[in-house]
């Protein structure tokens, strides 16, 4: 037998949106746990194919399938969150930046879009951007497309509340030289679509001033990428090539026919690409400026040695570094990733690089070549011992020979790797003389290694004032031809790293920034690097740029990017941020309507079959209250009793209002004005999709109807009341408290007798106003008796109130005199005698009144605690007692029981048209 999901798991599943019932049905059909994911994959697709159709998804739909794509076509991709949200959980956090849709593996473009977000200069371009009133439709007209698709999303991710956007018609829109929409959702070289995109962009940009074009088509030299087409490149006087467009002047020398030729060309790099196998950015850069090839052929078809020089002319205001990771493999035929380590610093300078320093930096370079040749043999070093015999750290293996050899011992016989007793003293010795050795080695090789870079790095510190600090790292995780981009970016002015992983964005420790960056983790590593001048980086420390602040917080737009917004834009910003808590309304309502169903129909149900359950228990019995145990069963009881079937629909209504308070947040109901008529129209097309006539409400409640319900809960807190006093009262009784009883009963009557006369409560005090005093004065009768002088002086206060009036009053009068007379007659003491004369001369002690009139404060403690549990609004369908109702039928008829002579003598006095005497009313309490 299977063993019980645990919790745990259930928790990570609901987590990502797949529902409990949906876990359940995986966790049956998997056969190990492993497989829990693809199933619940597999299972989810059916669902939703069986339930909607494509034409109908909505935009939750659609991401849910994005992603459900995304994680199949890129199961190997631990990095990568699988999560379906619900337009709550997609309110973006106060603080964190917007994040962007994954419109079908576009992370590689969301990171570019996310770090061209960051440039306070670019953003302001598009942003300030004129969009012409007629857009032409040509490839420049698609460019102006583009801007404009790019404004609104930057709009968008300025000042919207959501936690991500959706960049589509950016994505859409991009197009190549020739006017082609680009393909999307293939895995793409981030430098080869980042290139097409600029160049548009510029193009709408500097035609929007010139209609003559700036654009030529040329082909960029670098190493085999996924993506290998043609380029287009904007001339450097655009306002994109000057922030983000790297002008190298390129320097070809060689030999033809005895004479020494130089070339010279200029061109734009959007990045400047880094080999790998260097090991780290400054180096690489090195040899991106200075490339010696040994077998060039010139014009003549002559074999000779050439050096190729690519200077930086004019550096942009953003510096991107590609980090070439891959290559062809001839043997596999496709393109393979590699993952070396590959290291760079937060800040570098560009000096040594620029045109105007090349004969600074050759002579320089000439000077550090003997320090890079002992730095290669250093590193040579480093590498056989820390992969000795290409396998293994030397220090590790002698460390795990000398475990291996002093485990050779009778002690330890019972692990498999001991062979016996074997006395090897002397090899540990001298292993572990090898591994102090080691050790010893590993750390002069790193101190070597560190002083040639000191004194390699000395000789450029009259080279830095071009300085540059690392803003932004697009990571890459996966193989060549698969994976993920994620992106991190840096907030100078806050000091803090954000990681951009399409939807999700948030904070994260530079560590882990530089971990990912660096390569620790196999498949995880830097892509690409974007480096920001140091003035641009000023210009941010100075002044709040980014506040990332939502609607409903204090500063929203009050940063440098919300100055760009004009009155239209910010309009445009409320519209979608209204659009978007209204899609919340929306969604919350149809989450409360689906679980409001469910709790309706629970209700019902539980009213229905409950009152029938009760009905039956007390059938026989003819004097009931009516049943309390809720406001609905109140009103079915009453509407029984009285035979009112117009309060049919009240009653709907009043089990619907206590399902909406059930399910919803802040208990709102129904009734109350705190549901919308939005709203209520949406329950009742659910409740008419869901529920026969039998079991729904009708629309509304007529303005009688709800009249009517008012007045019904009014009555139900009253009866409630009463019925808890009338409950204390029945104990009282059966514990012949009796001057507790007068005071009681006294509150009791007073409150009853407003009430109508068909009311039980109202049946009970009138019962009680004789019940009680022939109980009190009958039990003293008795000769073996005791009498009780405070009660018949309490009673004597009780009956001037004469809370309902007597028709016989003098009747009444006189058979109280006859049996007062009893007492008399079998106690003939003088204070029986004074009472008897107080009562006959109906005379009226204020302190008995006032004792009356004054109830215990213990008595209201009680009645409050009874009707605490007795709600009109929140009750709840698992509560099968109704204490008050139990108490007042079973107190009825436990009363009955104990005082049954007494009962007997009342209803004789009623009977009789002559007052019953001493004998008659001895024989019948005997």
């Not at 303005?703 to 104990?731: G, P, R």
Request: with cysteine; net charge negative.
């Amino acid at each position: 037998m299977k063993k019980q999901i645990q919790k745990e798991l259930i928790d990570q599943y609901t987590q990502m949106g797949f529902s409990v019932e949906l876990i359940h049905m995986a966790w049956e059909v998997i056969n190990a746990e492993s497989e829990m994911m693809d199933t619940l994959i597999t299972l989810s697709s059916q669902n939703q194919q069986m339930q909607q159709t494509s034409n109908k998804q909505d935009e939750e739909i659609q991401l849910t399938q994005a992603l459900l794509d995304s994680y199949k076509t890129n199961q190997q991709t631990g990095s990568q969150k699988f999560e379906i949200i619900s337009p709550e959980q997609r309110k973006r956090v106060d603080g964190i930046p917007c994040g962007l849709k994954n419109v079908g593996n576009t992370c590689y473009f969301n990171g570019l879009l996310q770090t061209y977000f960051f440039d306070c200069q670019f953003v302001k371009t598009i942003i300030t951007f004129q969009i012409p009133q007629q857009i032409e439709q040509n490839k420049y007209g698609k460019s102006i497309q583009l801007v404009q698709n790019l404004q609104n999303l930057f709009i968008s991710m300025i000042g919207s509340d959501k936690k991500y956007v959706d960049p589509s018609e950016v994505v859409k829109s991009i197009c190549d030289e020739f006017g082609n929409v680009l393909p999307i959702g293939d895995q793409k070289d981030v430098g080869e679509f980042n290139l097409y995109f600029l160049s548009r962009v510029g193009e709408a940009l500097t035609q929007a001033e010139s209609q003559s074009s700036k654009v030529e088509d040329i082909y960029i030299e670098s190493s085999p990428s996924i993506l290998k087409q043609k380029s287009s490149v904007i001339h450097d006087e655009d306002i994109v090539s000057k922030l983000f467009l790297c002008k190298v002047f390129h320097q070809f020398q060689f030999e033809q026919g005895g004479i020494q030729q130089i070339r010279e060309s200029t061109e734009l790099f959007n990045y400047i690409p880094l080999d790998l196998k260097d090991g780290n950015l400054y180096d690489s850069f090195d040899n991106f400026i200075v490339n010696n090839i040994d077998d060039f052929k010139n014009d003549f078809n002559e074999t000779v040695q050439a050096v190729k020089y690519n200077w930086i002319h004019s550096p942009p205001q953003k510096l991107s570094f590609q980090i070439q990771r891959v290559i062809y493999c001839k043997e596999k035929n496709d393109l393979i990733k590699q993952n070396d380590e590959f290291t760079f610093d937060e800040e570098i300078y560009l000096d040594r690089f620029l045109l105007e320093n090349r004969v600074k930096y050759l002579e320089t370079r000439i000077q550090n070549k003997e320090f890079k040749s002992k730095q290669k043999k250093i590193k040579l070093g480093q590498q056989q011992l820390a992969k000795f015999n290409d396998q293994h750290d030397l220090q590790d293996v002698l460390t795990n020979t000398i475990k291996f050899l002093e485990m050779q011992s009778v002690e330890n016989n019972e692990h498999a790797a001991n062979f016996g007793q074997s006395d090897q003293q002397a090899a540990i010795d001298q292993l572990q003389q090898f591994t102090q050795k080691v050790l010893r080695k590993k750390r002069q090789l790193q101190t070597q290694y560190d002083e040639l870079e000191n004194q390699i790095q000395a000789s450029y510190n009259d080279l830095k004032k071009h300085k540059y600090l690392l803003q932004s790292i697009l990571i890459h995780d996966g193989q060549a031809n698969s994976g993920h981009y994620y992106t991190y970016i840096k907030d100078f002015r806050r000091e803090t790293w954000f990681k951009f992983n399409d939807i999700h964005v948030g904070v994260e420790t530079k560590e882990k920034v530089f971990q990912d960056a660096f390569g620790m983790k196999t498949g995880v590593n830097a892509y690409l690097l974007i480096y920001a001048r140091i003035d641009i980086v000023k210009q941010e420390l100075e002044s709040q740029i980014r506040s990332y602040r939502i609607s409903s917080e204090h500063g929203y737009l009050n940063d440098k990017y919300g100055s760009f917004l004009n009155y239209m834009q910010r309009e445009q910003l409320a519209k979608e941020n209204q659009l978007f808590y209204n899609e919340i309304e929306e969604y919350k309502s149809s989450r409360i309507i689906e679980k409001l169903i469910e709790s309706y129909q629970i209700r019902f149900q539980f009213i229905n079959e409950h009152y029938r359950n009760i009905s039956s228990q007390v059938q026989q019995t003819t004097y009931k209250p009516l049943i309390m145990l809720n406001f609905p069963m109140f009103i079915k009881s009453k509407m029984t009793v009285l035979g009112k079937d117009s309060y049919e629909n009240i009653l709907k209504w009043a089990i619907l209002d206590s399902a909406l308070r059930d399910v919803n947040q802040d208990k709102s109901g129904i009734f109350g004005g705190q549901i919308s008529e939005h709203f209520q129209n949406q329950i009742m097309v659910k409740f008419k999709a869901q529920f026969n006539e039998f079991k729904r409400p009708t629309d509304y409640l007529s303005t009688e109807e709800q009249n009517e319900f008012h007045k019904l809960t009014q009555e139900y807190i009253q009866y409630v009341a009463m019925a808890s006093l009338a409950s204390i009262l029945l104990d009282l009784i059966l514990k012949r408290e009796f001057c507790m009883v007068l005071s009681v009963l006294h509150h009791f009557s007073m409150n009853a007798k407003q009430l109508d006369t068909h009311n039980y409560f109202y049946k009970m005090a009138s019962n009680f106003q004789k019940l009680i005093p022939i109980i009190i004065i009958c039990k003293m009768i008795p000769a073996q008796a005791n009498v009780n002088l405070q009660e018949l002086e309490l009673l004597q206060a009780y009956l001037s109130f004469q809370h309902f009036r007597v028709e016989d009053q003098n009747f009444w009068d006189t058979q109280i005199s006859i049996m007062m007379n009893a007492v008399c007659e079998n106690h003939d003491e003088p204070y029986v005698q004074n009472i008897i004369t107080k009562f006959e001369a109906n005379i009226k002690d204020p302190n008995f009144i006032n004792q009356i009139v004054q109830i215990n404060d213990d008595i209201g403690v009680q009645q409050a605690a009874l009707s605490a549990s007795y709600d009109v609004y929140y009750w709840f369908p698992n509560v099968k007692q109704d204490v008050l109702f139990d108490k007042l039928v079973s107190g009825w008829n436990e009363m009955k029981a104990q005082f049954d002579p007494f009962i007997k003598i009342q209803q004789a006095h009623k009977q009789s048209h002559i007052p019953l005497m001493k004998q008659e009313l001895e024989n019948l309490i005997c």
